[in-house]
């Protein structure tokens, strides 16, 4: 049975999307989409993953200062009926032969940056982590 390898990204890939981001985020910045669901929200495209074929791309973003659980799914929705608007924006500012087709994802890596540093401070974890004065003299007694 043959094991299935995760592939690392091209070079090709990663400057595509590295581009695709630096154009979203100017876009998004302008705040010029009009949906009420957007306006005023300050957006920040944390990643952009290209398929290897360069005709989809995953965008990661996230909300400055989080949102809350039940905003996600409308802001989603009012970003992906905006990924037309936005894939026109982005075949104008990155030249490739076929715009890719935008996915929105929130980010999860900021919740679990939180949640991680939560486990950190709890007293168990702590108790754990600090260093203990019987060790590290290197002597037995």
Avoid: C, W
Avoid at 21 to 49: F, I, K, N, Q, W
Avoid at 131 to 136: E, F, I, L
């Amino acid at each position: 049975m043959k094991r299935q390898q995760t592939k690392q990204p091209s070079q090709r890939q990663l400057k595509v999307g590295e581009e695709i981001r630096h154009a979203l985020a100017d876009e998004l910045e302008r705040d010029r989409l009009r949906d009420p669901e957007l306006s005023g929200l300050m957006l920040t495209v944390t990643e952009v993953r290209a398929s290897p074929d360069l005709r989809n791309a995953s965008v990661y973003v996230m909300p400055l200062g989080g949102i809350d659980e039940a905003r996600k799914k409308p802001v989603m929705a009012a970003l992906q009926k905006a990924s037309s608007y936005l894939r026109r924006k982005v075949g104008g500012a990155v030249h490739l032969r076929t715009v890719p087709t935008l996915t929105f994802i929130f980010d999860p890596s900021f919740d679990e940056a939180g949640h991680i540093e939560q486990l950190l401070k709890d007293p168990a974890v702590a108790q754990d982590l600090s260093p203990h004065k019987d060790q590290g003299n290197g002597q037995n007694t």
